[in-house]
């Protein structure tokens, strides 16, 4: 059964550091999502993304986010200069229509010292 | 405005018993989800639904768009289904596929 992957499992980064955070959405899924979630918190969301363009971004996802489609199989997350409260599990999410159901990925935990 | 709300927040049952979590949200949806997140972390898609009621196995979903309030059952539990169950709503007119998440509903089934 296809699956969305992510990559790393786990990634430690410092303060202030960049970060990419990999996703391989199932692959003939069009609108890729990106969520988070901190330790003891609900899931929120962070961006939607189709045609190779973003069609929302919550508050979250300011400029510190970027998020890209490079070869048409990948879809990454890239934080520009981590911070402490950057510290989440991250999920990506695909689906085939934008109101179908959503298959996520087995998260990023991501932890900035 | 656009609050999801889920209840009990924990929920202890014997293996054997009847489990029933509840959603309710604010205004107006065009798809009601359903998540189970694993020890692990990981999230699995159970049911998507926008009207009626929906069962796969042993667990059922049902909605009421009127009360805007949704169910999830699941009948004969077993310790596997220890997990926590997550419930996130689409809302109508909001960008396509933007999910507003509850905080989720901590079930712990004992033997």
């Known amino acids: 059964e296809p699956e969305v992957t992510q990559t790393p499992s786990h990634q430690v980064t410092q303060m202030g550091q960049e970060v990419i955070l990999r996703c391989v959405p199932i692959s003939n899924h069009l609108?890729?999502?990106?969520?988070?979630?901190?330790?003891?918190q609900k899931v929120e969301f962070l961006v939607s993304f189709y045609n190779?363009?973003?069609?929302?971004?919550s508050e979250i996802f300011d400029d510190q986010f970027?998020?890209?489609r490079p070869d048409g199989s990948n879809f990454t997350?890239?934080?520009?200069?981590?911070k402490l409260e950057d510290s989440a599990m991250y999920f990506c999410a695909s689906s085939l229509g934008g109101w179908?159901?959503?298959?996520?990925?087995?998260?990023?935990?991501?932890t900035v010292l | 405005k656009n609050e999801v709300e889920q209840s009990p927040q924990n929920l202890t049952a014997q293996e054997g018993e009847f489990i029933t979590i509840n959603c309710s949200y604010s205004v107006g949806i065009s798809a009601l989800?359903?998540?189970?997140?694993?020890p692990g972390g990981g999230i699995v898609s159970l049911f998507m639904l926008s009207s009626g009621k929906k069962k796969h196995g042993r667990l059922i979903a049902t909605i009421n768009i009127q009360e805007k309030h949704s169910s999830l059952h699941i009948t004969?539990?077993?310790?596997?289904?220890?997990?926590?169950y997550i419930c996130a709503v689409a809302y109508r007119g909001s960008t396509l596929g933007r999910l507003y998440f509850g905080r989720g509903t901590q079930l712990t089934v004992w033997p």
């Open chain 1, 31 to 40: 609108y890729f999502y990106w969520y988070r979630q901190i330790l003891g």
């Open chain 1, 52 to 57: 190779n363009e973003i069609s929302e971004k």
């Open chain 1, 66 to 68: 970027s998020v890209e």
């Open chain 1, 77 to 82: 997350l890239k934080i520009r200069s981590t």
């Open chain 1, 100 to 110: 179908n159901e959503q298959f996520f990925g087995p998260g990023t935990r991501l």
């Open chain 2, 33 to 38: 989800h359903w998540l189970q997140q694993h």
């Open chain 2, 76 to 84: 004969a539990s077993h310790p596997r289904d220890s997990a926590v």
